[in-house]
């Protein structure tokens, strides 16, 4: 039996799944914490990799390898393969004048053509040139420029300060479509100068390796191992690797019609197609998937954890916090949550807070509450679903995964919301299964076809007025 080592490195923690390569079957699991906070050193995610890894019972039988991981997080390096400072997150909306700046000087239309994207605040253009406008010393010592899950490629092949071969650094297109200095065409140099605000020609970027292209890693290569990786017999195939998305993409096996829908730290929805999407809006972001194909997205970075805020001002878990929302009717008595606790993406507001409204006495239960922030939550990724499909993106099932997934109210009033059928795949590590799944196809020339098992949502009564209730609501 060939097994195959799939990561998930998150903004929460880092997930290891070692699987066989020709039934997906899992054999062994590991997994470690990341730091909070939307500025991270890498080193964090090192260790948490190895200890996940080392929790996972190791690499010494592993034929390949395979990193996923949170996308657009500026890792900045200097020549001598050292970080530069502490990694900008996907969620730190620090650059959000940043991104204003770049699209005022580009043009949204023109870089919606050339990288897919409009910048937000999210994106690793945006981060590099907050970089150089606020700390110009640390910009000029940018040599390279790697994202959260090809700089962990790197070590874990054997490269860092000790051996510093920039050259080596790879990506893959799903990645380096979330730069926003990428496009169909390849890297975008004079919008990455335009970000640093000098000429960026020399800066090293990860080459982008095709979806079935691997590389080896340090024990192939006849260098010293890095201590996760091991040394020995073995010559272990790695895999380009995913943006987190195009990971889960994977893992679900999803195909054109498919929408999915996941709620964790962050809530996106995003659709598989077979051609580019340009949003010009910036609305929906025109990634690149891991195999081959097309990942029109939106994001929202609240999703998850309004649902456990809502549940600690209650007072209950969050089997409590279903049972309530189940005992309210749709559309909570009136009352509407805009759920922009940590600003938001989509709509780009990064400096917009939290608003409940439409409370009178009546309306104003816990039963109404607890119904109001999984509506609130699941009608901005429901306006996401509507902006993709206003790209002509088809869209006949929505995949629901995650962990808020497995709430009864998030199913049921998901089906309420939604106009299109709802399912939800068993509870797995979809990101860490597609890593796992991208390793199998670089091992054995074949894409796998493990898929998921997904149940349709039962009782569903759509009714996506609430949705509509819930925009004009919108201030």
């Known amino acids: 039996m060939a097994l195959v080592m799939g990561v998930d490195s998150s903004t929460q923690s880092c997930k290891v799944v070692i699987a066989d390569a020709a039934t997906g079957e899992v054999v062994r699991t590991g997994r470690a914490a990341h730091p909070d906070g939307t500025e991270v050193d890498p080193s964090a995610w090192w260790d948490a990799l190895r200890a996940a890894i080392a929790d996972a019972g190791g690499l010494a039988d592993v034929e390949a390898w395979s990193i996923a991981g949170q996308q657009h997080g500026m890792v900045a390096l200097d020549d001598a393969g050292r970080v530069v400072r502490d990694a900008l ?273 009546a309306g104003t239960t816990r039963e109404n509450l607890a119904r109001a922030a999984i509506e609130g939550v699941l009608c901005g990724l429901a306006f996401g679903l509507d902006a993709i499909r206003a790209q002509g993106v088809e869209a006949t099932r929505v995949l629901l995964i995650g962990g808020a997934a497995q709430s009864p109210a998030v199913r049921a009033i998901a089906a309420e919301v939604f106009d299109v059928p709802v399912s939800v795949p068993e509870p797995r590590e979809y990101v860490a299964l597609g890593a796992a799944a991208q390793a199998a196809w670089v091992l054995t020339g074949s894409r796998p076809t493990w898929g998921a098992h997904a149940a349709p949502v039962t009782d569903r009564k759509t009714m996506p007025e609430i949705v509509t209730q819930w925009r004009e609501r919108m201030p």
Do not use: C
């Open 89 to 361: 997150l996907w969620n730190d909306t620090r650059s959000a004048e940043a991104a204003a700046d770049l699209t005022a000087e580009l043009g949204a239309s023109a870089l919606a053509e050339r990288t897919g994207l409009v910048p937000v605040a999210s994106f690793t253009v945006t981060k590099l040139r907050w970089l150089a406008d606020h700390e110009p010393v640390n910009a000029a010592r940018v040599a390279a420029v790697a994202l959260p899950h090809d700089w962990l490629t790197w070590r874990l092949r054997g490269y860092g300060p000790d051996r510093p071969r920039l050259d080596e650094l790879v990506t893959d297109r799903s990645d380096a479509s979330g730069t926003g200095y990428w496009g169909a065409t390849g890297y975008d140099r004079k919008i990455l100068s335009r970000a640093l605000r000098r000429d960026a020609a020399d800066v090293v970027l990860p080459r982008v390796l095709s979806p079935h292209e691997h590389v080896s890693d340090a024990a192939a290569s006849g260098a010293a191992a890095s201590d996760a990786v091991g040394s020995g017999a073995v010559v272990r195939r790695v895999a380009p690797g995913a943006g987190d998305n195009a990971g889960a993409a994977l893992g679900l096996g999803a195909r054109i019609g498919d929408a999915v829908v996941s709620i964790g730290t962050s809530g996106t929805v995003f659709a598989v197609t077979d051609a580019p999407v340009r949003d010009a809006s910036g609305t929906v972001a025109g990634f690149a998937d891991a195999a081959g194909g097309w990942l029109p997205l939106i994001a929202t970075l609240n999703a998850a954890r309004v649902l456990d805020a809502t549940a600690d001002l209650l007072g209950v878990d969050h089997e409590g916090l279903s049972a309530l929302a189940l005992a309210a009717a749709p559309g909570a008595g009136g009352l509407v949550l805009q759920p922009w606790f940590e600003g938001e993406r989509t709509p780009n507001r990064p400096d917009a807070t939290a608003t409940l409204f439409g409370m009178t006495l």
